[in-house]
């Protein structure tokens, strides 16, 4: 249970959301959850209800589009594909997060040796 | 910004088809669900347990659901609007506390609104004319002298304008009456005689035709005039053609130039002028252009943009002391001084609308405590509502927000309520407003007067809303549940609904006080004796047209005629005439000397009133003779010239001597001037206001410093329509095109010259009076409250075996209390607030002990009759069922 409580930064879940839409096209919530729990090789286990939170913002933003389809079993799903601006918006992200981590990463390392 | 604005389109749309979101939502959940289960089910759950386990990991769906519809929508609009419908219902089912509420709101909102509309309109909103900051009001003084804000003589106003850096225009005005005849009935117009720079200073058009060309201001011009639209209107029919056609003012033809808007009003902007004529035809002051001395055009101009008050100032001391060096006869001890022109405009009124909006002020707020304590009562008996609330998981904020909204609905029906008790109340404050209230005519409910009503409104609901929402978001829940609806209350929110209530009583107290001082200092300014008594006089103002009656020999023989006719009818023995008259005219301020002393030394002058009469004027107005004579009919033009000084000129420049037979030398106009003996003393007059002491005064003969007109005044007890019937017939039998006007009854006159003082005492009352019955439902509130509270205690004491009379005293005791504190607080307050009105009393101390100690009297008069009603119900109390209520 601990891992419900997991703060999970919001703004790294949309981020997560958005990535897993770029890399594995159009999936429904589900999909979208099994993919980000596969990634993290199980080693983040979220609340997969928090998802649908990451989708309507992110839809709100313009950044994803939904589409009825059906799901594998046969089931009326919503199926998200990332959009334009959205993949600018994660390229943007992606830098800026990987930046942040690279200093933290730095600092934690001379933290390391002091 | 623009997925700001995508954000909201999509909320909206989620906002206005709520039910498609919703199902959507919930099939996708039901889809997530089903895989997971599946998924669950592989991995060899039996089906329930999968089911269970896959609800888990989704996290609850009622809440996902809530979460969901939140982010979509628009929640803060959404629980808003819930709020407001619930807070409807509230109101709905509790009337009697929504119509007390609301109408306690609409009676604060609407006074303070009404007094806004004026103070906007007579204080606040810039002049009609374009960059009304740059223009100013230029003036002569002679500080030393206490003489402030006199007018100029017109070479030094010709000076300036022709050769200054500050001014981008200048032009001088003055005003008074001349007769216009050959359009119906001769009347009687206001004329402003002006340079014709006023127009451009001003910058404003004409509606018609133009205005004044620099040239007709140069003596020699032809005769030109300009008419109001009014005038236009009404007496001119709206004639087409006006324009080039020409009008006989004072016997004299006019040329029309021009026609200047109805809100055009300049310079008596309280008055209206019906004409403007360049100052050199003007039959008065036209002849004074070339006089140095003289301290009578007032000066108007506009400022050159970027040259600050500072500046100009600076270049006008310069300018004075220039002209005090090259003309010190003259100007010796003058500077010239300006001030803002808006400034100027109000300056009269600006102490009065000030106190009424403070007064008023303290009403919405007494109002406010008031319903304040409403609120804190009812938050009490709805603990435990709120209590359930929060046990079901509404939030502290959530909780503050929806008793706010409550307020808030409360608040705004007070509001509108609020602003058509105002539109009732403007127009009855326009048709109290005494006229010399300048631009009384802009006064009225405009945008700005109903944004500040329902920002008021706001405030308010904020202010009585705010305590009450927080005390109850703060109770203690569990308490709160556990113990029921009719359980004591807290400590602190009895204390705050009686600070409240204590509060209120302190601010009724001091608008009380400021009301009874105003009410003292008006009925000390109207019993104050003014030295003459007025009783059955009349008086009409006759006026000669100065190109036919052109010599003072001619104004002589005409009110002597008019005397002499006068007095031949029944009843009307006893006639005069003056100018001017107490109170209702001006004054005339002139400088005299006394022939064989020294001129006063610097910093001093010698001035005096002066007023022209017949010789029976003294007897009709029931001056006394203190010593000497009166005038009589020898006092003419072949004789030797007299005068008659007040008491306070004799002690003021002959002390310790004997005035009679001594000289002054003054006249006026100014081609009158000379030696003049002093042959009797009268008693002193208080003849500029009511309220101001009586002066210096000097009384010529008629006959010796004749008018063109005068006042005819008559004592008779013959009905006052008879006696203007007879004085109109007779002026028209000796010269049928002269207007009689301003025919009223003296009494009448001094009454309208304290419209002012009236007007603000009247008003001061009425908010002392709400402010009071404000306060007085506050502690019949609390009191009674208290008692329904402790029911149950009262029986148990009653069953104990205590008498009505000691439940009687118990209750009363608490409500003295309250009074008690109020009322210190009250009077201690009230000693720093009148200070903000000693500008406005006459007479009376601010600090006036009886006005003080009448006040406490009244107040805790009410306050008690006011916790009587309860506490007379307390004893009522039956201890049965006091206790099985429980």
């Known amino acids: 249970m601990a891992a419900d409580k997991s703060t999970i930064l919001q703004g790294t879940l949309d981020l997560m959301v958005l990535k897993t839409l770029d890399a594995m096209g159009p999936l429904h919530g589900y999909g979208i959850a099994r993919r980000i729990e596969q990634i993290s090789q199980e080693a983040l286990q979220i609340n997969q209800g928090t998802i649908y939170a990451s989708l309507v913002r992110l839809m709100q933003k313009g950044w994803i589009s939904g589409a009825w389809g059906t799901s594998d079993n046969n089931r009326k799903a919503k199926f998200y594909s990332i959009t334009k601006a959205g993949r600018k918006q994660l390229h943007a992200e992606a830098e800026n997060w990987e930046r942040i981590s690279g200093v933290i990463g730095r600092v934690l390392r001379i933290a390391e040796r002091g | 910004m623009l997925a700001w604005m995508q954000t909201l389109v999509s909320r909206m749309r989620v906002w206005l088809f709520p039910g498609r979101a919703d199902q959507e939502f919930e099939q996708e959940l039901e889809t997530h669900l089903d895989l997971l289960t599946h998924e669950n089910i592989h991995r060899g759950m039996t089906p329930e347990g999968a089911r269970r386990a896959a609800l888990m990991r989704l996290g ?120 216009l005849t050959g359009r119906g009935d001769p009347t009687v117009v206001n004329t402003a005689s002006v340079t014709p720079e006023l127009f451009s200073v001003l910058g404003l058009k004409p509606i018609a035709g133009r205005t004044f060309l620099p040239e007709e201001g140069k003596p020699g011009a032809q005769a030109v005039v300009i008419l109001s639209e009014s005038l236009w209107r009404g007496p001119f029919g709206a004639d087409p053609i006006i324009i080039g056609s020409s009008i006989t003012l004072d016997k004299r033809s006019c040329a029309v130039v021009g026609v200047m808007p109805a809100g055009f009003r300049f310079p008596a902007i309280s008055e209206e002028e019906q004409i403007w004529i360049p100052l050199v035809q003007d039959p008065l002051f036209g002849s004074w252009i070339e006089r140095r001395g003289g301290h009578w055009l007032r000066v108007f101009a506009r400022l050159k943009p970027g040259v600050s008050i500072a500046q100009a100032q600076a270049e006008l001391d310069a300018f004075s002391a220039r002209l005090a060096k090259e003309f010190p006869t003259e100007n010796a001890g003058w500077v010239i001084r300006m001030t803002p022109l808006q400034g100027m405009i109000v300056e009269n009124v600006r102490p009065a609308l000030l106190v009424l909006s403070g007064a008023v002020g303290l009403v919405l707020l007494i109002a406010c405590a008031n319903i304040a304590n409403l609120l804190l009562a009812r938050a009490t008996s709805r603990a435990r509502e709120i209590a359930v609330r929060a046990a079901l998981g509404a939030g502290r904020t959530r909780i503050v927000r929806q008793l706010l909204s409550e307020t808030l609905v409360l608040g705004l029906l007070g509001g509108l309520t609020g602003i058509a008790l105002a539109y009732w109340g403007v127009h009855g404050l326009s048709s109290l407003l005494p006229s010399s209230v300048p631009r009384a005519n802009e006064i009225g409910l405009d945008r700005f007067v109903l944004g500040f009503a329902l920002l008021l409104s706001a405030i308010a609901s904020c202010a009585f809303g705010l305590t009450p929402a927080l005390f109850a978001a703060n109770s203690n829940l569990q308490a709160s549940l556990r113990e029921g609806s009719r359980s004591g209350e807290s400590t602190s929110r009895r204390r705050a609904r009686n600070f409240l209530a204590a509060g209120e009583i302190a601010l009724a107290t001091v608008l009380l006080v400021a009301s009874g001082l105003l009410l003292r200092s008006f009925a000390k300014l109207t019993s104050t004796s003014p030295g003459f ?283 003295a209390r309250l009074a008690l504190v109020g009322l210190s607080l009250g009077l201690a307050a009230s000693v720093v607030a009148t200070r903000f009105l000693a500008t406005l009393l006459f007479g009376v101390n601010p600090i006036d002990p009886l006005t003080f100690a009448a006040v406490a009297a009244i107040l805790a008069t009410v306050a008690l009759v006011a916790c009587y009603l309860p506490a007379r119900r307390a004893t009522r109390v039956d201890p049965l069922v006091a206790l099985r209520y429980e």
């Open chain 2, 60 to 179: 609850g769906i009622t809440q996902l659901k809530e979460n969901n519809r939140e982010l979509r929508g628009l929640p803060f609009l959404e629980t808003f609007l819930q709020d407001v419908r619930y807070a409807l219902r509230m109101l709905r089912k509790n009337p009697g506390f929504a119509t007390v509420a609301v109408l306690t709101l609409a009676l604060g909102i609407g006074a303070n609104t009404a007094i806004f509309s004026v103070v906007y309109a007579v204080l606040l909103k810039p002049l009609p004319y374009p960059q009304p900051e740059q223009l100013v009001t230029v003036f002569e003084a002679k500080p030393q002298e206490g003489i402030m804000g006199n007018g100029w003589s017109y070479p030094n106003f010709a000076e300036l304008r022709a050769d200054n850096h500050i001014f981008s225009e200048m032009a001088g005005t003055q005003q008074h009456q001349l007769t």
């Open chain 2, 533 to 815: 008594d007025v009783q059955h006089v009349m008086k009409a103002s006759v006026s000669l047209p100065r190109f036919q009656y052109s010599t003072p020999q001619q104004w002589i023989a005409f009110s002597n005629e008019l005397l002499a006719r006068i007095q031949a009818q029944p009843g009307m023995r006893d006639s005069a005439m003056a100018v001017p008259l107490p109170i209702t005219d001006g004054f005339i301020n002139l400088a005299f000397d006394i022939p064989g002393t020294p001129p006063p030394s610097a910093g001093t002058s010698r001035s005096a009133n002066f007023v022209s009469v017949s010789p029976d004027y003294f007897r009709i107005m029931a001056i006394p003779l203190l010593a000497g004579r009166f005038f009589n009919a020898h006092d003419n033009l072949s004789a030797p010239r007299v005068t008659v000084i007040s008491k306070a000129m004799a002690r003021m420049y002959f002390p310790n001597q004997d005035p009679l037979g001594k000289r002054l030398t003054f006249g006026f106009p100014f081609e009158s001037v000379g030696e003049k003996e002093i042959v009797g003393i009268v008693g002193d007059v208080r003849d500029v206001a009511l309220g101001q002491n009586p002066g210096a005064m000097m009384y010529v003969p008629f006959d010796q410093a004749p008018f063109w007109g005068g006042n005819l005044v008559v004592k008779s007890t013959l009905g006052p329509s008879s006696v203007a019937g007879t004085m109109r017939q007779v002026v028209h039998q000796i010269d049928k095109d002269l207007p009689v006007t301003d025919i009223m009854m003296l009494p009448d006159g001094i009454e309208s010259s304290v419209a002012q003082p009236r007007f603000r005492t009247f008003l001061l009352g009425v908010f002392a009076a709400m402010a009071m019955a404000l306060a007085a439902i506050g502690i019949f509130g609390v009191i009674s409250y208290s008692v329904s509270r402790r029911t149950n205690e009262i029986g148990i004491r009653v069953a104990l075996g205590a008498q009505s009379a000691d439940i009687l005293k118990q209750v009363l005791a608490e409500g």
